[in-house]
């Protein structure tokens, strides 16, 4: 019977070492992806959420209890004062619909002089942090047209709003407290935008709450 030899005996010493350097390099390599998956979250802010309420009156919010009625009465303010500044503008009422639904828009001049010749949507709601301490602003928030439901229909596909930033707010109704992407709930907008025929939530990440879709944009 002939001996058994080990593994690798007569092998040229060269070749081994350069087997044995691959089999480290692919080590290292698979190790490097895992931990580059693991620190997704870590590295990519939008990849973190926050703990959200979304309200459509100031009322809901006082009624509700989860804030005091002084911090509800505040960022209701916020919120007004940031719609009137930054509310998204249309150059005419047929595009504006498109994006916010046949009743969700108002002449421009109805809600800041500078805004006159323009059309903006409604302000539909508002969303705050769960918490004071979060430091999330009060952003005011704007249907968007494919979540409000046709004449005779029977409730919307969950609540959809939008942010003057483009984000995407899905929220049920008597439900306030959601989960909102943190890239989308601390980004507001800075300056009104007009907006193009189809350019408002064409692009960028949408918001998700807990139980709901996590989407890409749709353009109304």
Do not use: N
Not at 66 to 75: F, P
Not at 89 to 109: K, S
Not at 141 to 165: D, F, M
Request: aromatic share 6%; net charge neutral; hydrophobic share 40%.
């Amino acid at each position: 019977m002939a001996e058994a030899r080990p593994v690798g005996a007569g092998e040229d010493p060269a070749e081994r070492s350069r087997r044995k350097r691959s089999a480290a390099i692919s080590l290292v390599l698979v190790t490097g992806a895992g931990a580059a998956a693991l620190g997704l979250g870590w590295l990519d802010p939008s990849q973190k959420e926050e703990d959200a309420l979304v309200y459509d009156s100031l009322a809901a919010c006082i009624g509700q209890g989860l804030r005091t009625e002084d911090a509800c009465t505040t960022d209701y303010a916020a919120a007004q004062s940031a719609y009137a500044a930054t509310a998204p503008r249309y150059a005419t009422a047929e595009a504006c619909r498109a994006h916010h639904g046949a009743a969700g828009c108002v002449a421009g001049e109805t809600i800041a002089p500078d805004a006159a010749g323009s059309f903006v949507p409604l302000m539909a709601g508002y969303m705050i942090g769960r918490t004071l301490e979060q430091g999330l602003p009060a952003q005011p928030l704007y249907r968007h047209a494919e979540e409000i439901p046709a004449a005779g229909g029977s409730g919307g596909g969950g609540g959809g709003y939008c942010t003057g930033s483009g984000g995407r707010v899905y929220a049920s109704a008597g439900r306030p407290a959601t989960r909102v992407a943190s890239s989308v709930a601390r980004t507001t907008a800075s300056a009104p935008r007009m907006v193009s025929q189809g350019g408002f939530g064409a692009t960028g990440r949408a918001i998700a709450s807990a139980g709901s879709r996590s989407d890409g944009f749709g353009g109304g």
